[in-house]
Each structure stands twice: as C-alpha cells, then as structure tokens.
C-alpha cells in the first residue's frame, strides 16, 4: 500500500509538471524568418501566431504571390522552432521516465 501512495504522489507531481510546462510554451515566444530576413513571425511556444514583420520592400502589388510565400515560408520555420523547445521542454521532464516511444504528451 506505501507504494501505491509514493506512485500516485508521483503521478500527481509528474501532473503539475506537465501543466507548468504547458503554462511555459504559452509565455514561450520564438521567430520565423524567410528571405534573408525580410519577412519575420513570432510565434508562442504552442505555435500561436502573435505578430508578422514584413519590409517594405516587399509591398509591391505585382509581388503578392512572392510574398505569400515567404508568410508561410516564415511561419513554417517559427512552428518548427516551437515544436522542438517543447520537445526539449518534455524530454527535461521526463528524463529517466519509462515513456513509450512516440507518445506525445503536449
């Protein structure tokens, strides 16, 4: 019975953990960029669009596809960063923890 409690005190643990972890991706913000720079996003640690920087020189009505692009482009590489901090962010917390491969815990 003493074990089961240590196992359900460390299950509740592990919970706020995680919860802590997902409060922390919310506040986390990281950047996109595309075009050597001149399109920029900020993106939350859960991949939340918070804002978009675009040069100037890039608003030119006969190069809207051109900048689409780079939006997606830019918005792609600040996903991909947020998707790895919260992965660094879940391998901290579960380090040493018997997880199954491929579980995703955010």
Do not use: F, H, W, Y
């Given at each position: 019975m003493r074990d089961?409690?240590?196992l359900?005190?460390?299950a509740q643990a592990m919970q706020q953990k995680l919860q802590d972890a997902q409060e922390?991706?919310?506040?986390?913000?990281v950047e996109g960029t595309s075009g050597g720079g001149v399109v920029l996003v900020?993106?939350?640690g859960k991949g939340a669009l918070k804002a978009i920087s675009?040069?100037?020189?890039?608003?030119?009505?006969?190069e809207k596809e051109i900048l689409?692009?780079?939006i997606v482009a830019?918005?792609?590489?600040?996903r991909g960063k947020a998707d790895r901090?919260?992965?660094?962010?879940?391998?901290?917390?579960?380090?040493?923890?018997p997880i199954p491969p491929g579980l995703k815990m955010f």
């Open positions: 089961m409690m240590g359900m005190k460390q922390e991706l919310e506040t986390l913000e900020r993106v939350s675009i040069d100037p020189s890039l608003l030119n009505v006969d689409e692009d780079l830019a918005m792609n590489d600040a901090a919260a992965q660094d962010r879940m391998a901290d917390l579960t380090k040493g923890m």
